[in-house]
C-alpha cells in the first residue's frame, strides 16, 4: 500500500527507539479510537446474531442473514436496494471517474492556459454538503420550479417530474451525486499524472505518438494505482450513501422504493424502523452492516491486489 | 513549410477543444449554485415568473427571516463547537501517537500502527448500531459530546497515517542533537517536532474539517433536542417548515453552505491537497 521508499536519515534518527514509556504518548488515541471506532464496528457483527435490544438480546444463529436474504419481506428490499446500489455504482464509475480523467489529462497540460481556474471550479462542488446539494437539486427538478420559464424557452422535453418517475428517479440522483464528486477523481489523477515525466511524453512525441496512444501506453500504466485507488474510493462511498437520497427523494428511497440504496436500507431497518411500523430491528441492521463491510473487503482487497504492484 | 508547421503547433498549444470541454463542465458546475444564491434573493413572485435569471430587485428578506428563527445562530455555534473541539483533539491525541509511532520500534508499534491504518478503509457508518446503543448507555445521546467522541475516533486514522509519515521523513539530526543534549521526550514533541510538521497538521485538518461539517448521518441519528442541533440537522427540519416558500429554503441552503465555500476559495490548494491526501497516498 506504502511506497517503500527508504529515506536517507530514517531509521537512524528515532530517539529511544526501545523505550516502553512511549505508550502514554499512544494511549489517548488507542483508548478513543477503540472504544468509539473499532470496538462498535466489531461488536455490529455480535449484534447481527442476536434478536432485540440491548436490554434484551437473545441469540438466533444466522436467523437474521436468512430472512435478509430470504425472507419474503426483508429480502425483496434488500435485492432491490442491492441492486440500486450497484447501478448506482456503475454511474460513479463509468462517468465519474472517466470524466475525472479526462478532465485531469487537460488540467495536466503544461502548455495550456487557465488551468487553476479550471481546477478550482471543477472542485467547487466536492466541498458542500450532500445535503445542500440534494434539497437543492430537489427544488431545481421539480417542475413547478422552472416549467413555465422552460416552456416557454421551447424546452417542453426537460419538463418532467424526474424524482416522481420511478423510470428516471434513480439515474437522476446518481447524475446529482456524480456532479457533485468529479471533483475528486479530477484531482487525484491530476497528481498521477503530474508524475509522468516530461522527456517521456516530448520522446512520445517525436516518435509520433497521437493523444490516444501516449494515454493508453504511457500515462494509463503509469496512474494505475491511482485508478485502483478510486475505485476501492467509489466502492466505499456508493456502499454507505446515504444523504443524496435521504434528502432527494426521502428515507423510504420513493418513489415505490426505486432510488433505495443499502445505505437508507441500513438506517430503516437499523436505526429508524421501516414504514409504517416504526420499530427498528438492530440485528437485521447489523447484518446488514456486517454484508456490507464483507463485500467491501471482498472488494478492496483484490482491487489493491491488482492494482498496487508489488509491497 | 516550416512555417505552416509551427503555426499548426501554435494553433495545437491553444488547446481549443479542451477549453470547450472545460467551460463546459464550468457552467454545468456552477449554474445550481448560481441558481441557489440567484434565488435566494429573490421573492415567491420573481422566483416562478423568472427562475433562470438575475434577481432584478435583489432583496435580503429571506435571509432575515431565516436569521430571525430563535435557535439559528445556536446552530452555527453548536457547529462550530463540533468541528474545533474535534480538529483540536484530532490533531493534538493524532500528533501525539504518531510521534510515539515513528520513534518506538518495538513490535507493538507496528501492530498498533496498522490497527489504526485499517480504519481509513472502513467506513465508521458499519459500526452505527452498536454506536447509538453506546451513548445511550453512557447517556451522551442529545450532547454534542456523542458527535465530538465519534468524529475523534473517525478522524484519528488519517491523521496517524499522514503524520506518521511526515515525522518519519523529518531530518533526524534536527532532534537528535537536543536528545543528546538531554531534552526531555515532551519538550521535543513540542518545541521541535510540533513546528515541523504545521503543513501536515493542515492537511489533516482540512481532510477532516468537510466531512464533520457536512455531515448529517450522526446528527440525524444522536441528536433530537433543538438547543444541541447543528446547522445540518436545523436545515432539515427547516426546509421542511418553510417547504412552500422556496426563496427561504434558497437562502437557508446558502447559509449553511456559505462558511466552507468561502474557507475553500480563499485556499484553494490547500483543499485540494488536504481532501485528496488520504487516497492519493493510501
Known amino acids: 500500500m506504502q511506497k517503500t521508499k527508504q529515506p536517507v536519515l530514517r531509521g537512524g534518527g528515532s530517539i529511544n527507539p526501545g ?293 | 513549410m516550416e512555417k505552416q508547421k509551427t503555426s499548426s503547433l501554435r494553433l495545437s498549444r491553444m488547446h481549443i477543444p479542451s477549453h470547450i470541454i472545460m467551460i463546459v463542465w464550468c457552467l454545468i458546475s456552477l449554474f445550481p449554485i448560481f441558481l441557489l444564491v440567484s434565488n435566494s434573493l429573490k421573492d415567491r413572485m420573481n422566483l416562478f415568473r423568472d427562475p433562470f435569471g438575475l434577481p432584478l430587485s435583489p432583496t435580503l428578506d429571506n435571509y432575515t427571516y431565516v436569521m430571525s428563527d430563535s435557535n439559528f445562530f445556536r446552530y452555527f455555534a453548536n457547529s462550530i463547537v463540533v468541528v474545533v473541539g474535534s480538529l483540536t483533539m484530532i490533531l493534538l491525541l493524532g500528533s501525539l501517537a504518531a510521534y510515539a509511532l515513528a520513534h518506538w520500534k518495538a513490535k507493538v508499534a507496528r501492530i498498533t500502527y496498522y490497527f489504526f491504518i485499517i480504519g481509513m478503509m472502513l467506513p465508521i457508518k458499519i459500526a452505527t448500531i452498536r454506536l447509538l446503543e453506546l451513548m445511550k448507555i453512557m447517556r451522551l445521546l442529545n450532547t454534542l459530546w456523542s458527535l465530538l467522541l465519534v468524529y475523534i475516533a473517525m478522524g484519528l486514522p488519517i491523521a496517524i497515517f499522514v503524520l506518521t509519515e511526515f515525522i518519519r521523513n523529518l531530518p533526524a539530526d534536527l532532534y537528535e542533537a537536543a536528545y543528546i543534549d538531554g531534552a526531555k521526550r515532551f519538550k521535543i514533541y513540542h518545541s521541535i517536532v510540533l513546528p515541523l510538521i504545521k503543513p501536515a497538521l493542515a492537511t489533516v485538518a482540512i481532510y477532516n474539517l468537510v466531512p464533520i461539517w457536512n455531515d448529517l448521518w450522526f446528527p440525524l441519528i444522536f441528536i433530537t433536542r433543538e438547543e444541541v442541533k447543528t446547522v445540518l440537522l436545523a436545515v432539515t427540519k427547516l426546509q421542511g417548515q418553510y417547504a412552500t416558500d422556496w426563496p427561504k429554503v434558497f437562502a437557508l441552503l446558502t447559509m449553511s453552505a456559505l462558511p466552507v465555500l468561502i474557507l475553500y476559495l480563499s485556499m484553494s490548494k490547500q483543499f485540494v491537497a488536504g481532501l485528496t491526501a488520504g487516497a492519493v497516498k493510501g
Open chain 1, 19 to 311: 523505550g516502553r514509556y512511549w505508550i502514554w504518548y499512544l494511549l489517548p488515541a488507542l483508548v478513543l479510537y477503540t472504544l468509539f471506532m473499532a470496538y462498535p464496528m466489531l461488536d455490529s457483527i455480535r449484534i447481527s446474531f442476536y434478536e432485540g435490544t440491548t436490554s434484551a438480546r437473545t441469540y438466533v444463529g444466522f436467523q437474521n442473514y436468512i430472512n435478509l436474504f430470504t425472507d419474503e419481506v426483508y429480502s425483496k428490499r434488500f435485492w432491490n436496494a442491492f441492486g440500486n446500489t450497484w447501478i448506482f455504482f456503475a454511474f460513479h464509475m463509468l462517468l465519474q471517474n472517466v470524466l475525472g480523467m479526462l478532465f485531469a489529462v487537460i488540467l495536466t497540460n503544461r502548455t495550456m492556459k487557465g488551468r487553476p481556474f479550471y481546477q478550482t471550479i471543477t472542485f467547487l462542488p466536492v466541498t458542500i454538503a450532500v445535503m445542500v446539494t440534494g434539497y437543492l437539486f430537489k427544488m431545481l427538478l421539480n417542475p413547478q420550479f422552472g416549467g413555465y420559464a422552460l416552456k416557454d424557452m421551447g424546452l417542453n422535453f426537460l419538463v418532467h417530474p424526474w424524482l416522481g418517475d420511478a423510470n428516471t428517479a434513480l439515474s437522476v440522483v446518481s447524475l446529482v451525486s456524480v456532479w457533485q464528486w468529479v471533483g475528486i477523481p479530477t484531482m487525484m489523477f491530476v497528481a498521477g499524472l503530474q508524475g509522468v515525466s516530461e522527456d517521456v511524453l516530448e520522446a512520445a512525441d517525436i516518435e509520433g505518438c497521437n493523444g490516444w496512444q501516449t494515454f493508453r501506453y504511457i500515462k494509463l500504466p503509469i496512474i494505475m494505482p491511482v485508478v485502483g485507488m478510486i475505485a476501492i474510493l467509489t466502492f466505499v462511498n456508493n456502499f454507505n450513501a446515504f444523504d443524496i437520497v435521504y434528502t432527494m427523494t426521502g428515507p423510504d428511497g420513493q418513489p415505490s422504493y426505486a432510488t433505495d440504496l443499502i445505505g437508507t436500507l441500513f438506517y430503516r431497518y437499523g436505526i429508524a424502523g421501516e414504514h409504517p411500523v416504526g420499530i427498528p430491528t438492530p440485528g437485521i441492521g447489523a447484518a446488514i452492516s456486517t454484508s456490507v463491510f464483507l463485500m467491501l473487503l471482498a472488494g478492496v482487497i483484490p482491487t489493491l491486489r491488482a492494482t498496487q504492484g508489488k509491497e
